[in-house]
T-cell receptor
Framework: DAGVTQSPTHLIKTRGQHVTLRCSPI?????VSWYQQVLGQGPQFIFQYYEKEERGRGNFPDRFSARQFPNYSSELNVNALLLGDSALYLC?????????????FGPGTRLLVL | AQKITQTQPGMFVQEKEAVTLDCTYD???????LFWYKQPSSGEMIFLIYQGSYDEQNATEGRYSLNFQKARKSANLVISASQLGDSAMYFCAMRDDQTGANNLFFGTGTRLTVIP
């Protein structure tokens, strides 16, 4: 079975632009979470979605938004990009996003903001 | 607030030897989960092992075991018989079971290098 897939793998943007990152969960998984990993640090939680509803949100500004589609895939949108948004963006999926579940991560999208 | 501390920025181990990666955590909650993930240079976070706060036995998964000491709030990862492919970043993470959201709090990681 395919794991979590993310696209694109790499992306270069300039300050002020917006970006859309995409994620497809493991087949059968209905919950998707997004994390930001800045160089030299551990991942930081941004959003969790389950059944198209936002279940949790980390400490990120409103420039960050996300949504989940009926097929459980998800998009992360970042507006008005800043240099500090340069990071590896990781998507993780789990069955129903329950608090007892393990999350499985995709390969990530490397975003560079110039 | 939840906090994960990994005090070893880098570790070296000889091939076929065992190595322990340290992790301490801070939480006031009674129900939580502890995880270890491996991150190769490719970037993908690979799940290794899980320990629930109410689990009495230390978790084991193949060559990986988790040394869980609840009173000390530590959850160290032990890798036995190290292999060259074990060279990677290793992250300890904690899930707070009280928030209702399945979000993980990660430490800053330990870079493990296996020496032939």
């Amino acid at each position: 079975d395919a794991g979590v897939t993310q696209s694109p793998t790499h992306l270069i943007k300039t300050r002020g632009q917006h970006v859309t990152l995409r994620c497809s969960p493991i087949s059968g998984h209905k919950s998707v979470s997004w994390y930001q990993q800045v160089l030299g640090q551990g991942p930081q939680f941004i959003f969790q979605y389950y059944e198209k509803e936002e279940r949790g949100r980390g400490n990120f500004p409103d420039r960050f938004s996300a949504r989940q589609f009926p097929n459980y895939s998800s998009e992360l949108n970042v507006n008005a990009l800043l240099l500090g948004d340069s990071a590896l963006y990781l998507c993780a999926s789990s069955l129903i996003g329950g608090t007892q579940e393990t999350q499985y991560f995709g390969p990530g999208t490397r975003l560079l903001v110039l | 607030a939840q906090k994960i501390t990994q005090t070893q920025p880098g570790m070296f181990v000889q091939e076929k030897e065992a190595v322990t990666l340290d992790c301490t955590y801070d939480t006031s909650d009674q129900s939580y989960g502890l995880f270890w993930y491996k991150q190769p240079s490719s970037g993908e976070m690979i799940f290794l092992i899980y320990q629930g706060s109410y689990d009495e036995q230390n978790a084991t998964e193949g060559r990986y075991s988790l040394n869980f000491q609840k009173a000390r709030k530590s959850a160290n990862l032990v890798i036995s018989a190290s292999q060259l492919g074990d060279s990677a970043m290793y992250f300890c993470a904690m899930r707070d079971d009280q928030t209702g959201a399945n979000n993980l709090f990660f430490g800053t990681g330990t870079r493990l290098t296996v020496i032939p």
